[in-house]
């Protein structure tokens, strides 16, 4: 996830600015820049890499000495904006890295997120003979801020604000208007940090919070031009919308988590944003999902044979999702296999088939010996994975992101959905691209797929307090079962594997139809069983197997359908997800297993962001 940081007022900002994107390192990024407008003049540098080269490259701590850098408009620019990227659209250079500028360079901007629609603005801005310096869906908004523009920045971002598509926040400043920036909301955040005679806008308030600790919020939809003198807020037709500032009481590391406890925590409640950057502009129209991206030969994909999908641990269960959303929708077989074990059983593997290695680090040892081994063997290979620049990426023919922003917590959640919400993706694409399903049930799940980031938003605030009083209830058990079938199944294995892993309580996930041969043994009054009952093909066997189970006297705990009476009939505590196409139930049903392994690890008292004997990225065999 990127990092905005912009400043306005009386004092030199080179410094302040590099100091405010100090503070948004810890959402990780690969690229930085600053832009500063002194003299009706604006300057801007860009480097790749960590914040210590853009220091380098500006010249701060080895003032006008050169460090090799370029010293942009020495101080006193008051006037800049600064930004760390995170890669989505184009690869990580200097090019690439924000802030953008028009053609001209009098008008700089820096954005979070995605233009959904910049392909369609690339190509009208182009006629119009407007020339691009990077591969960026940002660099659109500069441009169509010049389109704009007439003298008046507040006019020209809200006319640019009606013409873009999409998930972002974007600030913009231009050179005849010094002490002034102007910035945008869409899905992304933005708050300002009202100072003395000062002013800044930023993605989070950690930018600002050594500065001053009133921050107004910016809210959907909502454009706000910032001076010294504080800020004016409208809503996207000019209509002005009256907002108080408050007093933020965090201390600096709560301010780093965003004011939440811990990491996990927050970054379960990033899944709706991380979600929608995964799928946004993948799913450009109603009827057509756009992987481009992938560059696989359409004569390989038509023809191929069969899909293995390799990975460890929560990523494997996002294949194990994938496999039933590919087979679902393209029809082409899929395996499944945990990398430790297929890079050892000599697998059979040719040119007609296409290896899908997931990895959100792209460094997971295991995991690349089975790509490698795939690859030598003739396979194509497609690594999926969160991390620009990782080794999986140089290890494969085709790379899909997801872009679920860095994730810090060692247990995977919001990177585990969004490797679903790419798996979905490109099981739709393999199905359109073979043309296995009819124009009218991809577009019902295109319209299904997009909706999801606010299905998952739902979910979340829905069922929070009930899972935490599930938690409190069972927090002290011994053992926690997990059953399901079908998608309801790798649901259940990531629900118990996060169990294990943050609360160490022992916890097993079946396949529910395995039950009676054997682990119907190990129930008893005092067994909670987890059940994922939403809605699928194979809810009547599952509703059975429930029964199964409170005939032993066990408490059942299911995760349902909403609506589904059926599944609370057979419950003792039922929670309810919204419905949607069964294939993508799992993009909700995790997010109570997820809260309930959270709450539990946390009535135990324990550090659920840097468990036990674990770590975030396993590179060693
Ligand atoms: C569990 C978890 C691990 C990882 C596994 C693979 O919460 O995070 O099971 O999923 O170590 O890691 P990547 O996806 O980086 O290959």
Not at 207 to 222: D, K, Q, S, V, W
Not at 280 to 304: I, K, N, Q, T, Y
Request: hydrophobic share 40%; proline share 4%; net charge negative.
């Amino acid at each position: 996830m990127c990092g905005i940081v912009g400043y306005v007022g009386g004092r030199p900002c080179r410094d302040l600015l590099v100091a405010g994107l100090e503070k948004l390192e810890y959402r990780g990024y690969d690229s930085a820049g600053i832009s500063l407008l002194q003299d009706g003049h604006i300057d801007s540098v860009h480097a790749v890499g960590n914040l210590g080269n853009l220091r380098a490259a500006v010249g701060i701590g080895d003032e006008g000495a050169g460090a090799g850098g370029v010293a942009v408009a020495a101080p006193p620019a008051t006037t800049g904006l600064a930004h760390t990227r995170w890669a989505t659209h184009g690869r990580v250079t200097e090019e690439n890295a924000h802030p953008h500028g028009d053609c001209s360079g009098d008008i700089q901007i820096v954005l979070n997120g995605i233009v959904e629609n910049h392909t369609e603005l690339r190509a009208e801005l182009r006629a119009e003979d407007h020339d691009f310096s990077s591969e960026t869906d940002a660099e659109i908004v500069a441009h169509l801020i010049e389109r704009h523009y007439d003298g008046d920045l507040t006019l020209a971002v809200r006319r640019c604000f009606a013409e873009l598509r999409g998930h972002y926040a974007f600030a913009a400043m231009h050179a005849d208007e010094a002490g002034t920036l102007v910035a945008a909301r869409q899905e992304c955040p933005l708050v300002v940090g009202l100072g003395e005679s000062e002013t800044f806008v930023a993605s989070a308030i950690p930018a600002f919070l050594a500065e001053t600790r009133r921050a107004l919020t910016i809210e959907n939809g909502e454009i706000v031009t910032i001076t010294p003198r504080g800020a004016t807020v409208t809503d996207a037709d000019g209509n002005p919308v009256e907002r108080h500032h408050e007093q933020i009481t965090w201390d600096a590391e709560a301010a780093e988590k965003g004011g939440y406890e811990t990491f996990m925590r927050k970054e379960i409640d990033e899944q709706p944003d991380a979600v929608a950057e995964t799928i946004a502009d993948r799913l450009p129209s109603r009827d057509r999902v756009d992987l481009s991206e992938l560059e696989l030969a359409p004569d390989f994909v038509a023809g191929m044979r069969r899909i293995v999908i390799v990975a460890c641990g929560t990523s494997y269960h996002a294949g194990l999702v994938g496999r039933y959303a590919i087979e679902q929708w393209a029809r082409v077989p899929v395996e499944m296999d945990i990398a430790s074990e297929y890079r050892y059983r000599d697998p059979v593997v040719g040119s007609d088939d296409l290896v899908i290695g997931i990895t959100q680090s792209g460094e997971t040892a295991d995991t690349l010996a089975a790509m490698r081994l795939a690859r030598e063997r003739g396979a194509t290979v497609l690594a999926l994975t969160n991390i620009v620049g990782s080794q999986a990426t140089r290890d494969a023919d085709a790379v899909l992101f997801t872009r679920a922003g860095l994730e810090i917590g060692v247990a995977a959640t919001k990177t585990f959905t969004c490797q679903v919400a790419a798996m979905y993706l490109l099981g739709l694409w393999i199905a359109q691209q073979r043309g296995t399903i009819a124009a009218d049930r991809l577009a019902e799940l295109i319209a299904e797929l997009k909706a999801m980031p606010n299905r998952v938003q739902e979910t979340l605030s829905a069922v929070s307090e009930q899972v935490e009083t599930v938690a409190r209830a069972e927090h002290e058990g011994r053992f926690f079962l997990y059953l399901g079938r079908n998608i309801g199944l790798p649901v259940c294995l990531e629900g118990a594997l996060k169990m294990k892993e943050i609360s160490y309580i022992p916890s097993d996930a079946y396949a529910a139809g395995e039950m009676k041969h054997g682990p119907i043994a190990l129930l008893d009054e005092s067994t909670p069983v987890v059940c994922v009952a939403t809605d699928s093909p194979t809810l009547d066997k599952m509703l059975s197997n429930m029964e199964e189970v409170r005939a032993r006297g066990a408490d059942v705990i299911s995760v349902a359908t909403a609506g589904s009476g059926r599944t609370a009939d057979a419950s003792d505590l039922t929670i309810e997800v919204p419905r949607t196409d069964w294939v993508l139930q799992p993009l909700v049903a995790i997010l109570p297993l997820q809260l309930l392994a959270y709450h539990v690890a946390r009535m135990k008292g324990l550090n659920v962001d840097q468990p036990r004997n674990l770590a975030k990225t396993v590179t060693v065999e």
